[in-house]
């Protein structure tokens, strides 16, 4: 018997790989904001996203002068990891910023 498959993954599913990554947008918060950091970001900037090492783990990040921001977390977050490495590059303009959380439009730099 061949079982039911994995559990889960929720939302999106094929969906998300139809998504080129030219044109893959993610709106989302950021997640453990880094207070330090966030401090110094405004409204409409443009920071770049990265993929780092982080306890072990890779994680999709947003940095600031260097600093990480704070994470990223979507139901499109592997596409997102499979387009940067594959080569594409993302960056995330604050949409809002409100007692420590920051909102981002995550968009191919091209866009």
Same mark, same amino acid.
């Given at each position: 018997m061949s079982g039911? %498959?994995?559990? %889960?993954?929720?939302?999106?599913g094929a969906a998300d790989w139809d998504i080129s990554c030219d044109t893959l947008v993610i709106e989302t918060q950021l997640t453990s904001p880094n207070a330090?950091?966030?401090?110094?970001?405004?409204?409409n900037d443009v920071l770049p996203v990265e993929s780092r090492q982080m306890n072990g783990m890779t994680v999709v990040v947003v940095v600031h002068n260097g600093q990480?921001?704070?994470g990223l977390a979507a139901p499109q977050l592997q596409r997102l990891r499979e387009c940067m490495n594959a080569g594409t590059d993302y960056e995330a303009k604050v949409l809002s910023k409100s007692n420590g959380q920051v909102r981002v439009s995550v968009r191919p730099v091209s866009l």
């Open positions: 039911s %498959g994995g559990g %889960g993954g929720g939302g999106g330090a950091v966030i401090a110094g970001i405004q409204v990480v921001a704070g």
